[in-house]
């Protein structure tokens, strides 16, 4: 699934939503106009995230998103630990 976010809010609350919802990998890409095309991958099969992980997955995310980064990947591992890139 693919779609346009227009603020950072917007994609900090697209992020912390498709962790919430065990996405197994979410990115981000800004865009030349400010906007952000976001997508994510799910996995019915996959690991069950850490809880712990999840939490500062989504404060690692965010800090990427405020910072203004390029591109930010949030994926989850087979150990159910979520990384951000």
Do not use: C, H
Not at 2 to 30: D, P
Not at 65 to 83: Q, S
């Amino acid at each position: 699934m693919s779609e346009v976010i227009t603020s950072r809010q917007s994609a900090i609350s697209f992020v912390e939503f498709n962790i919430n919802e065990e996405a197994m990998k979410i990115s981000l890409t800004l865009n030349n106009n400010g906007t952000y095309t976001g997508a994510t991958e799910f996995d019915a099969n996959g690991p069950v995230p850490d809880a712990a992980s999840a939490a500062a997955a989504k404060t690692a995310a965010k800090a990427a998103i405020e910072a203004g980064n390029d591109t930010i990947e949030v994926t989850l591992a087979a150990d159910g630990k979520y990384a951000v890139a």
